[in-house]
C-alpha cells in the first residue's frame, strides 16, 4: 500500500494493509505512527519528496538498482513495477 496522505485523521487503508500484512509506504505522520506502531512492514517517507518513495520500494524490494538519475522518473518506475513482486 503507498498511502502518501497528510492531512487524514485516521486511515483506514493502513488499517487494513496491517491487518493483511501488506507492505506499507505511508507519509511520515503522527497518525501513521499511531496505526502502524511496531507493526515490521512499514516504510515512511516524505510526501513531498517522490525521490524519497522510490527509493524506499527499491529497497524493500531488494532489487540490485542503483539511482542514478531521477530525470526520467516513469521509466524508473516502470522498471521497479516489472520486477515487484505485488503485482
Known sequence: LIFP??????????LEARLHKGIIFAADTKF??????DYPNTHYFNTFKSEELLKLIIKSSNLNYQLQSLHQPWEQVHLIYRKFPYR
Open 32 to 37: 501513521a505512527k499511531e496505526i502502524l506502531i
Open 5 to 14: 496522505s497528510y492531512i487524514e485523521t485516521f486511515g483506514l487503508p493502513l
